[in-house]
Nanobody, 119 residues
Framework: VQLQASGGGLEHAGGSLRLSCAASRDISSIPWMGWYRQIAGNQRTFVASSSTDGTKNYSGAVKGRFTISRDNAKNTVYLQMNDLKPGDTVVYYC??????????????WGRGTLVTVSS
């Protein structure tokens, strides 16, 4: 599967953005998909994930502000980001875990999309 992320940009603190991750094939059979984010020079950190059984997980930093969702008809995973904070300013990467291994080294990654939040 190939992933194409989009939707990043510049927003003011308190504003909203929606990231999209379009997959090259049917995502209804991909057990886990989600988002990580990365500050330059640091490891990628988990943001949110969504499974085919409807389970959703969020990091503590975004829980209550971000919502992950899937649109199987469009083969797309979304990350709705509300109440943005300057600390959300990083590059966001979508991923797919088609074998449900839970190992980042085995994930398929999309190219990052930059989110910048001004104070």
């Amino acid at each position: 599967v190939q992933l194409q992320a989009s939707g990043g940009g510049l927003e003011h603190a308190g504003g909203s953005l929606r990231l999209s991750c379009a997959a090259s094939r049917d995502i209804s059979s991909i057990p886990w998909m989600g988002w990580y984010r990365q500050i330059a020079g640091n490891q990628r950190t988990f943001v949110a994930s969504s499974s085919t059984d409807g389970t959703k997980n969020y990091s503590g930093a975004v829980k209550g502000r971000f919502t992950i969702s899937r649109d199987n008809a469009k083969n797309t995973v979304y990350l709705q980001m509300n109440d943005l904070k300057p600390g959300d300013t990083v590059v966001y990467y979508c991923y797919a875990d088609p074998m449900a291994r839970g190992a980042r080294d085995l994930f398929t990654w999309g190219r990052g999309t930059l989110v910048t939040v001004s104070s």
